[in-house]
């Protein structure tokens, strides 16, 4: 199964580079830091989800307290990422992956490729191309 997914921006500009990781100790999960973090990993899922509700496949490994995707043991994950940014104020490139992996997979040890891509555009950024395949 191949999900193809764009995300626009980021849940506080449409046109804004994505958002990277942001490692958190449990006391400042519920900062304005670890709020704006959750944020944009609800807009990356549901961004998913507009894609894989199409694939009965998925629907079938949908972990339904969360949302994301469980994979099953005997699965492998391949995913590709390509950023366009919109300015070079932007977190690293392999936080952004970190950060989209969290939002859509449960446990995200099942994935064992990742191609990264990025490029500055300030016609054409803030979109974020990914291919997700589970095989």
Known sequence: ????????????????NPMPYTRLPNNMKFSPLGER???????????FW???HKFPEAQEMI??????ISVPK?????ITV?????????????NIVKGILDAIIKNDKCVNEIHATSEFSPTDGGTTKVELKIL
């Open 1 to 16: 199964m191949q999900i193809n997914f764009i995300i626009q921006g980021n849940p506080e500009n449409l046109h804004g």
């Open 82 to 94: 390509h950023v366009k940014f919109v300015n070079h104020s932007h977190g690293d490139l392999d």
């Open 37 to 47: 973090y959750a944020r944009w990993k609800r807009y990356v899922l549901s961004t």
């Open 74 to 78: 005997k699965n492998q994950v391949a």
């Open 63 to 68: 972990d339904f307290r969360t949302g994301q």
């Open 50 to 52: 507009t894609e894989a």
